[in-house]
């Protein structure tokens, strides 16, 4: 009896804005179409990306239109670019339950596996199927007004809400399962899960989460409050933030991507997510060292627990 393997497909998603991935692109998709992996990518974006010509591949590299199911039916989903284009990845994987693996060609790139520089590795790994699977926290967002639902959105990162005019204050109450913890005026709060502790949670002041804590975070900002400090909840908790309705608008951010008006006397609740995003590891490296080395943090004179 002869078994059939059924055709595999990687969806690659690529900042074409940048050179280096445009270059990339090139070699990940000549990589994987070599070993006979066929290669899915944007319609918009084919046109900027070194695509094979009329030759023995052209069957083996899908275009599609643009939506939620973009991913729908790939085993992976490779994504080339900063952290902008990880989190627009994001948003196809998880609308597909397919694990994405990122290449970071930006600054910092927490959510990327690999570098540039490790893209041959990065196309042996796939190919021979040599990569884990973990999966990672998200957040649901209900933003209600007047007991109204008005607006339903998610995020791998954070969910903030912030003022809407640079010159004036933003006035909100917090509160956490049920029950209020304290108002102030500020910029705005920022709502994050472990994933999301070191972007814009981090540049506010929160902690570090390590990405196996499931717990989630509020972090205000730029507070004008005695008491505002960061806190880090139970995952299963509820957040709210409340824009108080005596004062300005403000504006719902997910992920710094999707954004949503809000009018005074809006609320914004914030829980765990029901689907996840699945990242795929190549590495079994400890977060610690992740966190060493995208911060460029000083170690030197560490010697380590007497053996």
């Given at each position: 009896?002869?078994?059939?393997?059924?055709?595999?497909?990687?969806?690659?998603l690529?900042?074409?804005?940048?050179?280096?991935?445009?270059?990339?692109?090139?070699?990940?998709?000549?990589?994987?179409?070599?070993?006979?992996?066929?290669?899915?990518?944007?319609?918009?974006?084919?046109?900027?990306?070194?695509?094979?010509?009329?030759?023995?591949?052209?069957?083996?590299?899908?275009?599609?239109?643009?939506?939620?199911?973009?991913?729908?039916?790939?085993?992976?989903?490779?994504?080339?670019?900063?952290?902008?284009?990880?989190?627009?990845?994001?948003?196809?994987?998880?609308a597909?339950?397919?694990?994405?693996?990122?290449?970071?060609?930006?600054?910092?790139?927490?959510?990327?596996?690999?570098?540039?520089?490790?893209?041959?590795?990065?196309?042996?790994?796939?190919?021979?199927?040599?990569?884990?699977?973990?999966?990672?926290?998200?957040?649901?967002?209900?933003?209600?007004?007047?007991?109204?639902?008005?607006?339903?959105?998610?995020?791998?990162?954070?969910a903030?809400?912030?003022?809407?005019?640079?010159?004036?204050?933003?006035?909100?109450?917090?509160?956490?399962?049920?029950?209020?913890?304290?108002?102030?005026?500020?910029?705005?709060?920022?709502?994050?899960?472990?994933?999301?502790?070191?972007?814009?949670?981090?540049?506010?002041?929160?902690?570090?989460?390590?990405?196996?804590?499931?717990?989630?975070?509020?972090?205000?900002?730029?507070?004008?409050?005695?008491?505002?400090?960061?806190?880090?909840?139970?995952?299963?908790?509820?957040?709210?933030?409340?824009?108080?309705p005596?004062?300005?608008?403000?504006?719902l951010w997910?992920?710094?991507?999707?954004?949503?008006?809000?009018?005074?006397?809006?609320?914004?609740?914030?829980?765990?997510?029901?689907?996840?995003?699945?990242?795929?590891?190549?590495?079994?490296?400890?977060?610690?060292?992740?966190?060493?080395?995208?911060?460029?943090?000083?170690?030197?004179?560490w010697?380590?627990?007497?053996?």
């Open positions: 009896m002869t078994t059939i393997n059924p055709p595999r497909t990687v969806f690659l690529a900042h074409t804005g940048r050179p280096a991935a445009v270059r990339s692109a090139e070699l990940v998709v000549r990589g994987l179409l070599t070993h006979g992996v066929g290669v899915r990518v944007l319609a918009e974006e084919a046109a900027d990306l070194p695509m094979p010509g009329h030759g023995a591949y052209d069957d083996r590299v899908e275009w599609v239109e643009p939506g939620p199911g973009v991913a729908d039916g790939c085993e992976l989903l490779i994504v080339l670019g900063g952290d902008g284009t990880l989190l627009r990845g994001a948003e196809f994987a998880r597909s339950g397919v694990p994405m693996l990122g290449v970071n060609l930006g600054r910092v790139g927490f959510l990327a596996e690999a570098e540039r520089d490790d893209l041959d590795q990065v196309v042996d790994r796939v190919v021979t199927r040599a990569y884990e699977v973990e999966e990672r926290m998200t957040l649901d967002v209900l933003v209600t007004d007047d007991g109204r639902v008005i607006h339903r959105d998610w995020a791998l990162n954070e903030s809400v912030e003022k809407a005019a640079r010159e004036r204050l933003l006035e909100v109450v917090i509160e956490v399962d049920g029950r209020p913890v304290s108002g102030f005026g500020g910029d705005g709060v920022v709502c994050a899960t472990p994933t999301g502790s070191t972007a814009y949670a981090f540049s506010a002041g929160g902690p570090v989460v390590w990405p196996e804590v499931e717990a989630l975070l509020m972090v205000p900002i730029s507070a004008h409050a005695l008491f505002a400090k960061p806190l880090v909840t139970a995952p299963g908790s509820v957040l709210a933030v409340e824009v108080r005596d004062t300005w608008p403000a504006v997910c992920d710094g991507r999707r954004t949503v008006e809000l009018p005074a006397g809006a609320r914004v609740e914030v829980r765990r997510g029901l689907a996840p995003v699945r990242l795929a590891r190549l590495h079994r490296a400890p977060f610690t060292d992740r966190l060493v080395a995208k911060f460029a943090l000083p170690v030197a004179g010697r380590g627990a007497p053996h």
